[in-house]
């Protein structure tokens, strides 16, 4: 199990990471590019959040028939073609064409779902925290290793080695990761689900909030480059040791806050922490002319970019409904790739219209929308989730009989799976009295 989960957890990585390793240098490399506006240069930065948003949900959907392991694999071709493409292209129109193709190969959704059909529901916590914590070691790791190929190979190398890296997550598919025992059926990712998912608050609260913030991100890696070099604060064959230097550092000081969160169970405090961090900080960006604040407020803005992004799958995981986590996380995957097409195209335009300080007002002005949406959050309730299937059942029975079992809090049946979801409280509630109980019930409907 712990093969598979690693085998996924690298996967997710290795992609993202070919995805990520642009973004501290692409706004400051298609400078030179014929017509490239800030505005062009935006929709360069964020156009694979675009085609993330359009392919997602499809591409979950068209694996419960075609498979979970082929539809991944026509997601990576995609995205290595795309590496490719804009590895050679010589205009920013290809450039962008090339981005768009990246973020064609829609997987994450699809991964959950495999990741979902390998993993039992009592260990899926685990696993995807496994997977959340690969993304931010990707992000980290982007950060420094894109400026440093940049240095040495240009633009050209950064999406060459992206392409390379899609052709290892294609290889680790398929050496690692075990075909599903039987096709499943996740009812969830349907239209019933996710209205379901759209019915519930808090989620959409979330989603606002991953919206914002890797909105505001895209509108941060527009400018920052540019006026990092303005201001003379570091030159591009420094830039990895400058970010190694503030995000290895932000990294440091956020785990006290996620301890806070996950440990002592102040999740919407340390939320609220984190929020506040990236407004303050972007309102500072704005404002400041001074390197030295400037080099503070980045800090401060990724320490609260790195607390949210550890916070906010773990939320979401938290409050979905029963039964209901893959549209959930469909949704969340499908808000965060939106923010980040929106957030580089709204900064490009306020870059043309203001200069180099008018994507940190976007960013300022989505922040503090976020800000809004978390003040009225209620109180996480630490509840886990669990699931059986039952092939032949009498569910009247079987609900009767869990009702008196400690801790589970509620109880769903999906009948495209033949699965019972649960929710329970970890401190009270225990796998085996839940079984108990489901066997005096088909005990009970035998003997009838």
Same mark, same amino acid.
């Given at each position: 199990?712990?093969?598979?989960?690693?085998?996924?957890?690298?996967?997710?990585?290795?992609?993202?990471?070919?995805?990520?390793?642009?973004?501290?240098?692409?706004?400051?490399?298609?400078?030179?590019?014929?017509?490239?506006?800030?505005?062009?240069?935006?929709?360069?930065?964020?156009?694979?959040?675009?085609?993330?948003?359009?392919?997602?949900?499809?591409?979950?959907?068209?694996?419960?028939?075609?498979?979970?392991?082929?539809?991944?694999?026509?997601?990576?071709?995609?995205?290595?073609?795309?590496?490719?493409?804009?590895?050679?292209?010589?205009?920013?129109?290809?450039?962008? &064409?090339?981005?768009?193709?990246?973020?064609?190969?829609?997987?994450? &959704?699809?991964?959950?779902?495999?990741?979902?059909?390998?993993?039992?529901?009592?260990?899926?916590?685990? &696993?995807?925290?496994?997977?959340?914590?690969?993304?931010?070691?990707?992000?980290?790791?982007?950060?420094?290793?894109?400026?440093?190929?940049?240095?040495?190979?240009?633009?050209?190398?950064?999406?060459?080695?992206?392409?390379?890296?899609?052709?290892?997550?294609?290889?680790?598919?398929?050496?690692?990761?075990?075909?599903?025992?039987?096709?499943?059926?996740?009812?969830?990712?349907?239209?019933?689900?996710?209205?379901?998912?759209?019915?519930?608050?808090?989620?959409?609260?979330?989603?606002?909030?991953?919206?914002?913030?890797?909105?505001?991100?895209?509108?941060?890696?527009?400018?920052?480059?540019?006026?990092?070099?303005?201001?003379?604060? %570091?030159?591009?064959?420094?830039?990895?040791?400058?970010?190694?230097?503030?995000?290895?550092?932000?990294?440091?000081?956020?785990?006290?806050?996620?301890?806070?969160?996950?440990?002592?169970?102040?999740?919407?405090?340390?939320?609220?922490?984190?929020?506040?961090?990236?407004?303050?900080?972007?309102?500072?960006?704005?404002?400041?002319?001074?390197?030295?604040?400037?080099?503070?407020?980045?800090?401060?803005?990724?320490?609260?970019?790195?607390?949210?992004?550890?916070?906010?799958?773990?939320?979401?995981?938290?409050?979905?409904?029963?039964?209901?986590?893959?549209?959930?996380?469909?949704?969340?995957?499908?808000?965060?790739?939106?923010?980040?097409?929106?957030?580089?195209?709204?900064?490009?335009?306020?870059?043309?219209?203001?200069?180099?300080?008018?994507?940190?007002?976007?960013?300022?002005?989505?922040?503090?929308?976020?800000?809004?949406?978390?003040?009225?959050?209620?109180?996480?309730?630490?509840?886990?989730?669990?699931?059986?299937?039952?092939?032949?059942?009498?569910?009247?029975?079987?609900?009767?009989?869990?009702?008196? %079992?400690?801790?589970?809090?509620?109880?769903?049946?999906?009948?495209?799976?033949?699965? %019972?979801?649960?929710? %329970?409280?970890?401190?009270?509630?225990?796998?085996?009295?839940?079984?108990?109980?489901?066997?005096?019930?088909?005990?009970?409907?035998?003997?009838?």
């Amino acid at each position: 199990m712990s093969r598979t989960v690693f085998g996924l957890s690298l996967i997710y990585a290795v992609r993202m990471l070919g995805l990520f390793m642009v973004l501290p240098i692409l706004s400051l490399a298609l400078e030179s590019y014929p017509n490239a506006t800030a505005t062009w240069i935006g929709v360069a930065l964020g156009i694979y959040g675009a085609t993330q948003c359009v392919f997602q949900l499809p591409l979950a959907a068209w694996s419960d028939r075609a498979g979970r392991k082929f539809v991944i694999s026509v997601g990576l071709i995609l995205f290595v073609l795309g590496s490719f493409l804009a590895a050679w292209a010589d205009s920013i129109w290809l450039i962008i &064409a090339g981005r768009a193709l990246q973020g064609a190969g829609a997987v994450a &959704a699809t991964v959950m779902a495999l990741m979902t059909d390998l993993v039992p529901e009592d260990r899926r916590g685990r &696993a995807m925290a496994s997977i959340g914590a690969s993304i931010g070691l990707a992000f980290g790791v982007a950060m420094v290793i894109g400026p440093a190929i940049y240095a040495s190979f240009d633009l050209e190398g950064v999406f060459v080695v992206g392409g390379l890296l899609g052709i290892v997550a294609l290889i680790l598919l398929w050496t690692m990761v075990p075909n599903p025992k039987a096709d499943i059926f996740h009812n969830d990712v349907r239209a019933k689900g996710l209205r379901e998912v759209f019915g519930e608050r808090e989620l959409l609260r979330a989603a606002v909030g991953v919206f914002a913030l890797h909105a505001a991100l895209m509108a941060m890696f527009l400018s920052m480059p540019t006026l990092l070099d303005r201001l003379d604060v %570091v030159s591009s064959d420094s830039l990895s040791w400058f970010y190694l230097a503030i995000i290895g550092s932000s990294f440091i000081f956020m785990v006290p806050l996620v301890i806070l969160a996950e440990v002592k169970r102040h999740m919407r405090a340390s939320l609220r922490i984190a929020v506040s961090l990236v407004c303050i900080a972007c309102g500072v960006l704005f404002m400041t002319d001074s390197k030295y604040v400037l080099i503070a407020a980045l800090w401060w803005f990724f320490v609260g970019f790195n607390l949210a992004e550890a916070l906010l799958p773990s939320l979401v995981s938290k409050i979905a409904p029963v039964g209901r986590r893959g549209a959930s996380m469909g949704i969340y995957s499908t808000a965060q790739f939106g923010g980040a097409f929106v957030g580089a195209l709204l900064a490009g335009v306020c870059m043309d219209l203001f200069g180099v300080k008018g994507p940190f007002a976007v960013a300022f002005l989505l922040s503090l929308v976020w800000l809004a949406a978390v003040v009225g959050m209620r109180p996480v309730s630490y509840l886990k989730n669990d699931s059986l299937c039952l092939d032949d059942f009498d569910r009247d029975a079987v609900e009767d009989q869990l009702k008196g %079992v400690p801790g589970l809090t509620k109880v769903v049946f999906d009948d495209a799976s033949n699965h %019972v979801y649960m929710k %329970v409280d970890a401190d009270t509630y225990t796998r085996s009295a839940m079984l108990e109980a489901v066997d005096t019930a088909r005990t009970s409907h035998l003997k009838n």
